[in-house]
């Protein structure tokens, strides 16, 4: 296998909210895993960096991105036909 299969998501279990990440990999486990929480520490370097900031839209762009999007969506459905 020349690389990975990963699924990620969030989960909530007992009240507790966490990042589930399923990888599928013919590389040993403990492999793996550091390569996951290298990935982890990157991303968590990058939200808490200025390089995001530039990047995350106001409140009022966001809202107004939304009701577009779901604007969009409506439009988008199609009749159910049972």
Request: glycine share 6%; net charge positive; hydrophobic share 40%.
């Amino acid at each position: 296998m020349a690389g990975y299969i990963v699924f990620s998501g969030v989960r909530r279990a007992n009240g507790v909210q966490g990042l589930r990440v399923i990888v599928q990999s013919d590389k040993p486990p403990d492999y793996v895993e550091t390569r996951i929480e290298l990935f982890l520490h990157k991303m968590k370097v990058l939200v808490l960096s200025s390089q995001i900031h530039s990047v995350v839209l106001d409140s009022q762009k966001c809202s107004h991105h939304l009701v577009s999007t779901v604007g969009k969506c409506a439009d988008l459905q199609m009749p159910y036909h049972a």
